[in-house]
């Protein structure tokens, strides 16, 4: 089984920072990739970032130039760094692991609350 981790989120202000942390633990043989998703209250949950095992990112628009993922694999830990918030970008976010070979599933973080409001 596996099971992920996350924290660092927080209430801050327009403008502001925080950086996001999801560490991965349990039988995990390969991770094939990982992504960090946010549900605002009434709305669909989206992908905010990803990173493929290779060190491939991808981002929406939405976040393009404000937040970076990266990863350490010798942790299995995946970060997101947020900087220049916005109060759209308040949500539950959700770090996501894609792990194994043939037969990969997914596996999602308990979520962590991000505020920004002044």
């Known amino acids: 089984q596996v099971q992920l981790v996350e924290s660092g989120g927080g209430s801050v202000q327009p403008g502001g920072s925080l950086r996001l942390s999801c560490a991965a633990s349990?039988?995990?043989?390969?991770?094939?990739?990982m992504g960090w998703y946010r549900q605002a209250p009434g709305k669909q949950r989206e992908l905010v970032a990803g990173?493929?095992?290779?060190?491939?990112?991808h981002y929406a628009d939405s976040v393009k130039g404000r937040f970076t993922i990266s990863k350490d694999n010798a942790k299995n830990t995946v970060y997101l760094q947020m900087n220049s918030l916005k109060p759209e970008d308040t949500a539950v976010y959700l770090c996501?692991?894609?792990?194994?070979?043939?037969?990969?599933?997914?596996?999602w973080g308990q979520g962590t609350q991000v505020t920004v409001s002044s």
């Open positions: 996501n692991f894609n792990i194994g070979g043939i037969g990969s599933r997914d596996y």
């Open positions: 349990g039988r995990i043989f390969s991770i094939n990739a």
């Open positions: 990173i493929t095992s290779g060190g491939s990112t």
